[in-house]
RNA sequence: GCCGAUGUGGCGAAAUGGCAGACGCACCGGACUUAAAAUCCGUUGGGAUUCACCUCCCGUGCCGGUUCGAGUCCGGCCAUCGGCACCA
């Protein structure tokens, strides 16, 4: 290992005097440690198979959210994760696992595409750019990644998986049978068309005209853009869809087994949002269709007193009165008028119209009026509602307003029948004949099977999850394998992969739904009779199996070799955990956007036998936002947002690793301060001089050190519990505390001349993962002087720790009399019972305070303290 | 409205039900220096009392409970932040 020194940066050029003064010569080691680790390619890992893989070693995948390669550069926001996941990767290296730690770019999408407008060039070409610089940037920061693996979704050779996963998709369908995903060959049907898991549907979708393209549910928030908040209006087109919701039931179940936080799992499960209920089938008085409505409460259905339909809804077309069409129509422009947002807005006041036609209640056969009204959503359960404004808030309202009548059919517990006006939860059912005196559940199961057993309904589920709108007209994305001829779509082969963007020099959005790919004349064409489709797929495509790629990236012939699925996925161990990434750390912005996509992406390649786990992510952690010094949001417009890079030239990138990881626990948000960075930075400077000192010239030198001296017992101590402490808090997460550890350790000898060599060595090593271009440089001065500093710190196996070591021969136990602390005594480690509690009443002060009271009892935890009841 | 998270010094924060405030920032004092910066050492939750380094009282958003003992557990509120929001 020794001829490898003269590679080692510390041998290269000397510090000029401008440098001075920097607390240590961060800006001349860190640089070339960098260089260091990429010539030798030290973070890099082989799969099974590769040379250099040891099969004996346990596997650990540590993966980040990859960044979108933005115009603006990394913000101190990405390396908060990056560190993070970067200290467990390099702790898990040196604890004898083969660590995948890979880093890529979601290259793909409207961020890359708008800024590649707003600047005039080819997306590629500003796309080419910001990659490079997102990297230069993460790469000063000293990261551990395998950069052999690195991948962007933006290139053919990545994409081309990206649409075979796709084809998967269009050529497979849910069976509810087995609740898997199956090939469509599988399928006996009328229609492969009908039930493939990607389809064209014409429907309204999310239109926003700003961007110039169509969004999913998951885009809009308040009724505007995620990306750029613009406006968002309603307007059917035919477009993609992929049918997740037949995976929504496995995809709240399995859910359970996750090692993920629990907020994120129930905003998962409150997006799917089921609710068990039942469809009632009403028959319509003067003809025999039927409308059928979805209830959670069909205890309640004595108590439904109208019926509303959503304004769009098919049968208003057939029901209507001839002289209620006019308001009808009037009403149904103005709903189709309104954007999301606006209706929203206009939550607060119900408004509706009666369409003039009667439905029959069928369990009463009491004629009830139908009304449309667009508090009722066409999207949700059938478009209809059975209304029952006693025990129903909006139907209340609607009611009041237009004085529709109002039948209690509820009682609430320990009310008035009359009190129980608008009472919506359990209570007893009352005037609904076979239902009377029946708590609600029992109500629900009764009438849920009455109405079965005569065929006017069944009970039955409903999921506010909608289908994944799955197709935008925008150029920066993947096209669709997909072409038409006839009128009819079908897929191009698999050997015509990948399908690559055409050369477009005009490739704005056109501003109306017609997709900028249109513009390609040559391309559109397929052949004499098809014609490609326009589409694009969204930005979420490529991020929803990335992680698979980074197992097995350059693998021409496959999306993921299954040798290297199987072993980096950690899957097919029966008995095992499920399996899947074993740490996955982002924010929580996409916690039902990217991570359900992803989610059932997997399944269905899982289902196809193409992977072999059923979820990908197994642990998700979610780093809090970083605010400004000010407490605030970063934005530009505030003006208080930091840039690593500013900080790495003043500090470093140690100094910035290790300041992102002692703000406050990784979860929470939290303020950013410069002062603090420079407390962290005061704090890698006394590691420095810890070995090194200036000389008479300013010149850094090695300092008083001491290969011999003897560590002493409370020095033995904190070593051994700082090795402890901060190897259990890199397994929690608790970076804050492991470096508040370290900060006792290192200001512990401080005080001590000369330093004891031994005590140097484990610092290095627990600090390595921390601040690694440090340690890296003290562990090599050292070596050029001492033996036991071989290698890099990199490869050190983690120190382990003597227990006995860590437990002091005296301990000072404070003595309680009535839960106050009166005085403390010192006595041996393992005293006992007894003699602390002839200690404790021994002592003067303790006298003092039971003097003249009786000694109820005295309460003694070995080691810990003695309480003394006394009254 | 519903769901979730969080409330501890001047600030970021620590505390298996067992000495509240580790560690860091800031502040103040001392050493070194012609001086400053840097560095090193030390004080710092609030209050009362004292010549005092002694001693006492109060203190983890608020109210109550369990317990020998509660920042931590239980019940009820309040505030801030985040998500969802006419989902029948």
Not at 359 to 385: C, F, M, Q, R, S
Not at 659 to 683: A, D, I, N
């Amino acid at each position: 290992m020794l001829f490898a020194r003269r590679d080692f940066p510390m041998f290269s050029p000397f510090m000029s005097s401008s440098d001075r003064r920097k607390p240590y010569p961060f800006d001349v080691f860190e640089p070339q440690w960098q260089a260091y680790w990429a010539r030798n390619a030290t973070f890099r890992v082989a799969n099974p198979g590769e040379p250099g893989f040891d099969a004996a070693r346990p596997k650990y995948y540590v993966l980040d959210m990859f960044p979108y390669p933005s115009g603006a550069g990394l913000h101190v926001g990405h390396p908060e994760g990056y560190t993070a996941t970067d200290i467990i990767g390099r702790f898990k290296r040196m604890n004898g696992y083969n660590v995948l730690h890979p880093m890529g770019w979601d290259s793909f999408g409207l961020p890359a595409e708008q800024y590649a407008i707003k600047t005039g060039q080819h997306p590629a070409i500003t796309t080419a750019q910001n990659v490079a610089r997102f990297k230069t940037q993460l790469q000063k920061i000293g990261f551990g990644y395998d950069w052999s693996r690195e991948i962007a979704t933006s290139k053919p050779a990545y994409y081309k998986w990206t649409q075979w996963i796709f084809l998967k998709l269009y050529n497979a369908w849910f069976n509810p049978a087995t609740q898997k995903a199956e090939p469509i060959s599988t399928y006996t049907g009328p229609d492969p068309d009908r039930v493939r898991l990607a389809y064209v549907s014409e429907a309204p979708v999310n239109w926003c005209p700003e961007l110039g393209t169509v969004l999913a549910n998951e885009e809009v928030i308040d009724g505007k853009s995620e990306v750029g908040g613009f406006p968002v209006e309603r307007r059917p087109m035919r477009q993609w869809m992929l049918r997740i919701t037949a995976f929504a039931q496995r995809l709240i179940d399995e859910l359970e087994g996750l090692d993920w936080p629990q907020s994120i799992k129930l905003l998962q499960q409150n997006w799917i949002g089921r609710s068990e209920g039942a469809e009632v089938h009403f028959s319509l008085e003067g003809s025999d269709r039927k409308i059928t409505v979805f209830t959670t409460r069909p205890d309640t259905l004595f108590g439904a007193t109208y019926m509303v339909l959503a304004p769009e809804h098919h049968l208003v077309d057939e029901i209507a009165a001839e002289d209620q069409w006019p308001a009808i129509r009037d009403y149904r422009a103005k709903t189709a008028r309104k954007s999301d947002l606006e209706r929203t807005e206009l939550a607060k006041e119900k408004s509706g119209v009666f369409t003039g036609a009667y439905a029959l209640n069928p369990v009463n056969g009491e004629k009830v009026p139908i009304w449309i009204a667009d508090y009722v959503l066409l999207g949700y359960g059938t478009g209809a509602i059975m209304a029952v404004p006693a025990h129903d808030e909006r139907d209340l309202e609607f009611a009041r307003k237009f004085e529709l009548p109002i039948k209690l059919v509820v009682q609430a517990p320990s009310k008035t029948l009359e009190e129980s006006r608008g009472f919506c939860d359990n209570g007893t059912a009352v005037n609904s004949g076979f239902l009377d005196g029946l708590p609600t559940p029992e109500a629900k199961a009764r009438i849920g099977a009455w109405l079965e057993e005569r065929g006017l309904g069944k009970r039955t589920v409903n999921f506010k999850l909608r289908d994944w709108l799955f197709s935008r007209q925008r150029y920066w994305g993947e096209p669709f394998p997909i072409v038409w001829e006839n009128g009819q779509h079908r897929a191009i082969s698999e050997s015509e992969l990948p399908l690559t963007s055409p050369e477009l020099a005009d490739f704005k959005p056109t501003g109306t739904p017609e997709p900028p790919l249109s513009k390609a004349t040559e391309w559109v064409r397929y052949s004499a009779t098809a014609t490609r489709e326009l589409n694009t797929m969204p930005q979420w495509a490529g991020s929803c199996w990335y992680y698979l790629r980074y197992c097995d990236p350059a693998n021409a012939d496959r999306f993921v070799s299954e040798e290297a699925e199987r072993y980096w996925m950690g899957g097919g161990k029966p008995g095992s955990k499920p399996g899947g990434v074993d740490l996955y750390v982002g924010g929580t912005e996409h916690a039902v956007l990217h991570l359900l996509y992803a989610r059932f992406w997997h399944k269905v390649l899982f289902d196809l036998g193409y992977v072999s786990t059923p979820e990908p992510f197994q642990r998700l952690v979610n780093q809090g936002l970083i605010m400004g010094e000010d407490g605030q949001k970063m934005s530009k417009s505030r003006g208080n947002v930091v840039n690593p890079d500013d900080v790495i030239t003043d500090y470093g990138a140690d100094a910035l690793r290790l300041y992102e990881m002692f703000m406050g626990p990784l979860e929470q948000s939290k303020p950013w301060s410069m002062t603090g960075v420079e407390g962290v930075s005061r704090f890698l400077a006394r590691v420095w001089r810890l070995v090194m000192q200036e000389n008479q010239a300013s010149e850094w030198e090695m300092g008083p050190l001491s290969a011999e001296a003897a560590l002493d017992k409370a020095q033995q101590r904190v070593i051994h519990a700082t090795i402890k402490k901060v190897g259990e808090d890199i397994e929690a997460l608790s970076f804050n505390t492991a470096i508040a550890q370290m900060m006792v350790y290192v200001n512990t000898f401080t005080a001590v001349s000369p330093r004891p060599v031994a005590a140097l060595r484990t610092l290095l090593i627990v600090l390595n993962p921390f601040a690694p271009h440090l340690t890296e440089e003290l562990w090599a001065r050292l070596g050029a002087k001492f033996g036991g500093f071989e290698g890099l710190v990199a490869d050190q196996p983690w120190p382990e720790y003597d227990p006995a070591l860590l437990v002091e021969d005296e301990v000072e136990i404070p003595i309680q009399v009535n839960g106050k602390v009166r005085d403390r005594i010192v006595v041996a480690k393992d005293a006992d019972k007894a003699a602390l509690e002839a200690a404790a009443l021994a002592s003067p002060k303790v006298r003092e305070f039971t003097g003249g009271k009786t000694i109820r009892k005295i309460v003694v935890v070995p080691g810990k303290l003695v309480n003394i009841v006394a009254a």
